[in-house]
């Protein structure tokens, strides 16, 4: 089982002020079918969002009257295969009522998850969402006959216009346990002794790993059996309840299908990641970050910042250095997490969250699977390639999502490696155009693509263990609502600020006390002999990578002063590429991935890095 | 024949899934050992296709390949 499920075994269900008696209403759904719209629409303005320990999963909750909401991570069943699970799992086991909102043209999916909670005992309604859809597509439901069967209140609802809250509201009074197993009820009846709740009980003898671990029980795993048991007993109320005389396939079910196809797929995503190159890369990156580093953070914030440490420690001195000097743990901190960070990451998220609202995110995941899995990946691994590009410390809290900490590892040191982030990308591009483009930019892409294969070949060969494959279900493509994208994106900055602040202080830090005892400079003495005889480049050209270390772009920046050559700067931009990822997210990769690995990431990163620079250089000198 | 081998526009059959966790995962989705399915469909330079009941379901080739199916056409 995965490390970052382990790293949240128990329950510490989020927090909210609940008076005496009120209820603990709990939103449960398979993903993509409307919860959020309840939510909102239940609870209004004020509502709490947290991230559930150890995960990058959202859990948000709020008040309606008297009683709690909670929303949790959509899920297709309740048990441990991830995070949502999880997470999911420990709060539904603490519902005192569950609304379970359903897709209604896909009732066969759906009613599983709506059964297993039903077999679990707990009071429920069941919001039939997307009612005009079915009846569009041709799905006709026969809700008294769905209500009578799972013994629930069912209440259809369109979401999207709000259609049927006032009902669900009402229904939430009749909540109650649904029609389940009696044979299967016998059976956790016997195990409640011992494990304490229903909810349990039923998992335990589904096998659920930590369920067991938790309560000390381990029976024999049934889940195989319960499962398929469950599976029948849903595909008889879908039969009793449902007909579907005729599908129609609409013009987003055609569009959604053309695009896991390459013909239609591989320009679509070309034209996708240009876009994204083209405000992110160039209009945020540039015009944006020069604003808010430049003019704001340089211009105002870091002079008053100075002067205020100045009144305390004086304008000299190891103080003063180590606070506001060239690595200032104020002024640097300050600046890079507001002036530069901050822009990017809301952009970041503002893009892909709309990517994943639209559907569109899955088929990237599908169109690349194939590739992805010649490196010990699947699909699913390239979201946070994508956030790489954006912020590699961002991209690595990301690998949470892969199936496994052998892809997690796979995927963090391919970004720690090979992979530039946005600040690197705007000045190597800026180099590149500086070498007179072409031939000097598509070598360089050539050979960053040849050696991320080549490291996602090696690691897939020498990691121990198996990487899990791509089994997701392709959502239909959807218009994006700008609440819920806005909503995530404020949410996923505050939790990336929140959690990675501190290692930017601390690498401010470690990098003032190394530079005012000399040791900065000690290493760029280090490295100038190996610049200057492997790499063919100016001993100055050591000091920018060093400095790539603070920050990659500082180290970049570095070389332009340097009046390089077409080749050098080639060999300059290869190797820094390739050279040591930023300090902070060294400092997450260690928090993530442990410290053996960073150290093999490290070392390994400025050994390639000077390796592959210097055979640039010799080749470059043949050819 | 695996699921990579089925032909792309008929159902098939499934008769087992060598994988403890996608077959839990595929009867949450519907699919259980027994099921026929609409179709399944190899993409190219991609992964299998899975059409049942209104969804597709992504599935990566080396978990497609221990998928055992049969031809159900007329069945």
Redesign the interface.
Known sequence: MSAATATAPCCPSPTVDAPAGARRIVLVGNPNVGKSLFFNAFTGLYVDVSNYPGTTVAVSSGHMGDDVVLDTPGIYGVSSFNDEETVARDIVMEADVVLNVVDAVHLERDLFLTQQIIDMGIPMVVALNMADEARAKGVEIDVEELSSRLAVPVVPTVAVRREGFDQVREALADARPGRSDPELQERLAALLDRTGTRPEALLVLEADPFVSARTGVSVEGQRDAIYQDRRRRVDAVVAAAVRHPGSRTDLGARLGRALVRPLVGVPVLALTLFAMYEVIGVFVAGTVVGFTEGTVMQGYVEPFLRGAVERVTGSSGVAYSILAGEFGVVTMTVTYILGLLLPLVVAFYLLMSTLEDSGYLPRIAALSDRLMSGIGLNGRAIIPMILGFGCITMATMTTRILGSERERRIATALMAFAIPCSAQLGVVVALLAAAGGGTIALAYGAIMVLIFGLIGLALDRVLPGKSTDLLIDLPPLRLPRPRNVLTKTYHKTWMFLKEVSLYFVAGALLLSLLEVTGALQGLQGLLAPLTVGWLGLPSAASNAFVMGFVRRDFGAAGLFDLGLGGTQILVALVTITLFVPCIASVLIIMKERGKAFTAAVWFGSVGLAFFVGGVVAKLAGVL | MTLLDARPGRPVRILKIA?D??????????I??GTIIDSAET?????V?VRH???????????AGRVLVEDAVGA
């Open positions: 994988d966790q996608a077959r839990a995962q595929c009867v949450r989705f519907g259980g050992e993409l190219p330079l991609g992964p296709l009941c209104r969804q597709e379901i992504c599935v990566g080739r080396r978990l």
